[in-house]
Each structure stands twice: as C-alpha cells, then as structure tokens.
C-alpha cells in the first residue's frame, strides 16, 4: 500500500482547514500558498471532499472551503478513502467479500488479513484534531513524527 501524493495533500488541506477560523470560508490559493501546492493540483483534491460533504464550498467575494464538521469527527483512514479507495495492502482485500478463488487455501491471506486490519485500526483512531496538536496514538512526550 503506498498513499499517492492526492492522499498526502488531502491530508495536509484539510488540516489546514482544521487550523482556521471554523466559520470563514477560506480561499484555495490561500491553502495553496500555505502548503506550497499547485491550486490546480488542489482543486481536484477539494471536488472530492467537497462531494462526499467533507468540506462546505461557497462561491463568490468571501467564498471558499471550511469544514463541515469539528477537526475530531474527521479519521485519517475517511480522509484517505475518499481519495485513495480501500486502503488493502495486497489486491485480493480490495473487495468484500474477498473473491479470489485461492483464498480458501491461501496460506498468507489472514497475514495480509491482519494487517489490513491493523492499517485500518490505526488510521481510523488518528483524527484531524490529532493531527492539528502533532499527536499519535502510541507515541508519548509529543514526539510525533515530522509533517
């Protein structure tokens, strides 16, 4: 599984969403300046978002982007989904149920099983509001990973 870079910037949108004034709509080129990404690269990026009712969009003098709901009710793993699709380490858990006519005697299948489930688990408990304070779960003393 690698996350695309249209994953790791949706990320880095909606965080910097997160860390605005949850009333004000904020203009893409703003984001774009911010994070140092292309507004064309980001437009697409905020169609999907903006489609499955992640983000709010307004058009006009004041229009933009803002969240639709708190920066804690957002995972990491709805975020990527959205723009990633299932998030399967190997292309037989793509889809449910698994269809592969070996996974019956498929000596690795609950090996991959397992950590799918672990990359779900994971990503499904890191939310926005974890992302904005540079804080993951398992990690002590506010040493989060470099973003």
């Known amino acids: 599984m690698l996350i695309s870079t249209k994953g790791r910037y949706a990320l880095r949108v909606m965080?910097?969403?997160?860390?605005?004034?949850?009333?004000?709509?904020?203009?893409?080129?703003?984001?774009?300046?911010?994070?140092?990404?292309?507004?064309k690269y980001l437009e697409g990026i905020v169609v999907k978002l903006s489609r499955a009712g992640d983000l709010v969009s307004a058009r006009g003098k004041g229009g933009g982007y803002r969240l639709s709901r708190?920066?804690?009710?957002?995972?990491?793993?709805?975020?990527l989904e959205r723009i990633e699709g299932k998030l399967a380490p190997v292309s037989c858990l793509e889809q449910e149920p698994v269809r592969c006519s070996r996974a019956p005697d498929c000596a690795t299948l609950p090996l991959w099983e397992g950590l799918h489930a672990r990359i779900e688990a994971y990503l499904g408990s890191v939310t926005l509001r974890d992302l904005m304070e540079r804080r993951m779960p398992?990690?002590?003393?506010g040493e989060g990973p470099g973003f």
């Open 15 to 39: 965080v910097d969403l997160a860390e605005q004034d949850p009333e004000r709509f904020v203009r893409l080129q703003e984001i774009a300046d911010r994070q140092g990404i292309s507004e």
């Open 70 to 79: 708190a920066p804690e009710a957002y995972t990491v793993l709805s975020i």
């Open 138 to 141: 398992g990690q002590t003393g």
